[in-house]
């Protein structure tokens, strides 16, 4: 368990060292904002960077962001949060199947505030794990949608398919 926090922390701080968008004194680093806002947007490249650097603890290749799977997943998100439930993964990994996705997995839920959260919740949940962990993998889409009425308030949207060939 205590090296299982040790590489989970390192992913943390590997990711944040990676991202794009470098933080500034004072900033909240993009992982901890908060998606429970009208506005907020995940941060995509941080989510690549964190789930990536997780695979490569576990000697899995990186992901590259897809805009398709990007739009995907935000469609996605947005009908969660109009339905004010979550959906059926199985349902949306057909759907992005039937798009031309190879290989397609997925990860939708709710109740998450920030990407850690969801990061954290994905990792400690043996199914929502697997997606993270699959070998297949190279591209990812991942995606947020704000209800502010809902029980849950954030929906999230994460679909991963493997490299087209």
């Excluded at 995940?42 to 799977?69: E, H, K």
């Excluded at 996605?76 to 057909?94: G, R, Y």
Aim: charged fraction near 20%.
């Amino acid at each position: 368990m205590k090296r299982l926090i040790t590489l989970s922390l390192s992913a943390l701080v590997l990711a944040a060292c990676q991202s794009e968008k470098p933080v500034t004194q004072g900033q909240t680093p993009s992982f901890y904002v908060s998606m429970a806002r009208a506005d907020a947007q995940v941060d995509a490249a941080m989510a690549r960077d964190m789930i990536g650097a997780y695979r490569g603890n576990n000697r899995l290749g990186p992901l590259t962001l897809d805009p398709q799977l990007q739009a995907a997943a935000q469609a996605e998100a947005d009908a969660m949060a109009a339905a004010d439930k979550p959906s059926s993964a199985e349902a949306f990994k057909a759907r992005l199947a039937a798009a031309g996705f190879a290989a397609p997995a997925a990860n939708l839920s709710a109740g998450y505030h920030t990407l850690a959260e969801a990061f954290s919740g994905w990792r400690e949940s043996p199914q929502h794990n697997r997606v993270l962990l699959d070998p297949r993998a190279g591209r990812i889409g991942i995606a947020t949608a704000y209800a502010p009425g809902s029980k849950y308030k954030v929906y999230w949207a994460l679909a991963v398919a493997a490299d087209k060939r």
